[in-house]
T-cell receptor, first 111, second 112 residues
Framework: GEDVEQSLFLSVREGDSSVINCTYT??????LYWYKQEPGAGLQLLTY?????DMKQDQRLTVLLNKKDKHLSLRIADTQTGDSAIYFC???????????FGSGTQLTVLP | NAGVTQTPKFQVLKTGQSMTLQCAQD?????MYWYRQDPGMGLRLIYY???????DKGEVPNGYNVSRLNKREFSLRLESAAPSQTSVYFC???????????FGSGTRLTVV
């Protein structure tokens, strides 16, 4: 099955860019996802990338996918205090496209 | 509002008690999932239902059972709760998963 790894913590200054990294093992994942979780809430889908794409941009978010190295990253431009949250990457596999999640990266934005 | 509704939001159980977590979605999604979230471990899949009438085990199914009651509803049952089942439980649904899941707001369960 899929195995997904992320670093646990990241701190940035408000206005800087944040880069959250993720590695995965299952090269058959058709889609790869980024989710955001704010305190006490469920997970919110931020963006996803199809496996045959290298990059996807959506306003302040840029996703980069390196299939050769099985590496996924999420860049947040002009990071704001409201971006403080836990960010999860996930890959899909199986008949029901079951998602396997990384352990999450706690992003702290300092004023 | 359209989405995934979980009940209850909070629950405290004594060891050995049973309970059922309820989940319902109104987006006409085919697939539904139960995850548990523990600190530093991300979300782990307990059970899933690819379509109405089917259920399958995920990564951590021991101590749980599920029922896909109809297309809308997918319940998770703890027959004899243990302290190791203290966690936050999330239900999610998708239209075969390709475009991501919609998550409920979670059930915070404590077993004492």
């Amino acid at each position: 099955g899929e195995d997904v790894e992320q670093s646990l913590f990241l701190s940035v200054r408000e206005g800087d860019s944040s880069v959250i990294n993720c590695t995965y093992t299952d090269s058959s994942s058709t889609y790869l996802y980024w989710y955001k979780q704010e305190p006490g809430a469920g997970l919110q889908l931020l963006t996803y990338i199809f496996s045959n794409m290298d990059m996807k941009q959506d306003q302040r978010l840029t996703v980069l996918l390196n299939k050769k190295d099985k590496h996924l990253s999420l860049r947040i431009a002009d990071t704001q205090t409201g971006d403080s949250a836990i960010y999860f990457c996930a890959g899909s596999s199986g008949s029901a496209r079951q998602l396997t999640f990384g352990s999450g990266t706690q992003l702290t934005v300092l004023p | 509002n359209a989405g995934v509704t979980q009940t209850p939001k909070f629950q405290v159980l004594k060891t050995g008690q049973s309970m059922t977590l309820q989940c319902a979605q109104d987006m006409n999604h085919n697939s539904m999932y139960w995850y548990r979230q523990d600190p530093g471990m991300g979300l782990r899949l307990i059970y899933y239902s690819a379509s109405e009438g089917t259920t399958d085990k995920g990564e951590v199914p021991n101590g749980y059972n599920v029922s896909r009651l109809n297309k809308r509803e997918f319940s998770l049952r703890l027959e004899s709760a243990a302290p190791s089942q203290t966690s936050v439980y999330f239900c999610a649904s998708s239209d075969y998963g390709d475009y991501g899941y919609t998550f409920g707001s979670g059930t915070r369960l404590t077993v004492v």
